[in-house]
């Protein structure tokens, strides 16, 4: 969808050069593959001896201690955001020009603001004011103002590429503004918004690993900690790599099954939108359809 909006087709020729740079930089790609496992495997990188400490459970406890906290973050903060993002779409959204206006500079702000610096300010910062927390709770606060921002923007594109007769339809049946919005427009743009709004959440699970910076004890650091203590440090980084990889990937599956479950709960087609550029382009036809 995106692609025909912003670019034509690709014609033979184009197609046939596109497929020999494609070969090519696979080639490449695995050339360089096969050059750095020779490499570590000179280094003794996949020695038994280093792999070994993964077999003990008390390792995977340690490991599993940081996924736990991992986990509990990015849920509040998951949660948080969601909401955040909901009432900022909504206000962007409103009648009033100045809640229009203060809910359109927090997303705009926010998205433009590194998550790392947030959080740097967040846990170094805020305790110099005053504000002495947990550092779980200044790693969720920062998370759920950074994907908050990003958040309220999937929703206001996913309810703007709606079809502007689902509105009017609820305003000729009697319904006001917030009713219409609530009732019959988010519940059909909520299937729209479902896949992007599940990858930023799968960004938002990952970015928890920037809580390292102010000593909140989640995954990676405790990955770090145990590549440290037995010298495996690279083992180590695997082996939360595959964590991640893994719990990332239950949670996108379950997004696919909550769309599908959906679309047959109502009889609906799929639908193919995969990310923020893609409900913009939607949100923008919708606009020009208005």
């Given amino acids: 969808?995106?692609?025909?909006?912003?670019?034509?087709?690709?014609?033979?020729?184009?197609?046939?050069?596109?497929?020999?740079?494609?070969?090519?930089?696979?080639?490449?790609?695995?050339?360089?593959?096969?050059?750095?496992?020779?490499?570590?495997?000179?280094?003794?990188?996949?020695?038994?001896?280093?792999?070994?400490?993964?077999?003990?459970w008390p390792v995977w406890r340690f490991l599993l201690e940081g996924l736990a906290n991992t986990l509990r973050a990015a849920l509040v903060a998951m949660v948080l955001a969601?909401?955040?993002?909901?009432?900022?779409?909504?206000?962007?959204?409103?009648?009033?020009?100045?809640?229009r206006g203060l809910a359109g500079l927090y997303v705009q702000f926010f998205r433009a603001m590194p998550l790392l610096l947030l959080i740097y300010f967040a846990g170094l910062g805020l305790?110099?004011?005053?504000?002495?927390?947990?550092?779980?709770?200044?790693?969720?606060?920062?998370?759920?103002?950074?994907?908050?921002?990003?958040?309220?923007?999937?929703?206001?594109?996913?309810?703007?590429?709606?079809?502007?007769g689902q509105s009017e339809a609820a305003y000729a049946i009697g319904l006001g503004y917030w009713q219409a919005?609530?009732?019959?427009?988010?519940?059909?743009?909520?299937?729209?918004?479902?896949?992007?709004?599940?990858?930023?959440?799968?960004?938002?699970?990952?970015?928890?690993?920037?809580?390292?910076?102010?000593?909140?004890?989640?995954l990676l650091r405790l990955g770090r900690r145990t590549g440290s203590a037995y010298g495996n440090t690279l083992q180590a980084y695997v082996v939360v790599a595959l964590i991640y990889f893994t719990v990332n990937f239950f949670l996108s599956r379950l997004a696919i099954h909550l769309e599908v479950r959906q679309r047959r709960r109502y009889g609906a087609g799929a639908i193919a939108v995969t990310g923020v550029e893609d409900l913009a382009v939607l949100s923008a036809q919708g606009e020009a359809r208005r």
């Fill in 1 to 56: 969808m995106t692609a025909s909006v912003l670019a034509e087709a690709l014609g033979p020729r184009a197609r046939r050069r596109v497929a020999v740079v494609s070969v090519a930089a696979a080639a490449f790609l695995a050339g360089a593959v096969v050059v750095a496992v020779l490499r570590l495997a000179d280094k003794g990188q996949f020695d038994a001896d280093r792999w070994r400490p993964f077999t003990r």
């Fill in 82 to 99: 969601i909401l955040v993002g909901a009432v900022m779409a909504l206000a962007r959204l409103a009648r009033n020009a100045a809640l």
């Fill in 127 to 164: 305790p110099k004011y005053g504000v002495k927390v947990e550092p779980f709770w200044f790693l969720v606060l920062a998370l759920t103002i950074y994907n908050g921002a990003i958040l309220g923007e999937i929703f206001r594109a996913g309810i703007l590429s709606l079809d502007r």
């Fill in 181 to 218: 919005m609530l009732s019959v427009v988010i519940p059909q743009a909520a299937r729209r918004m479902l896949p992007a709004i599940v990858s930023q959440l799968v960004t938002l699970l990952k970015d928890t690993s920037l809580g390292y910076v102010i000593v909140f004890p989640e």
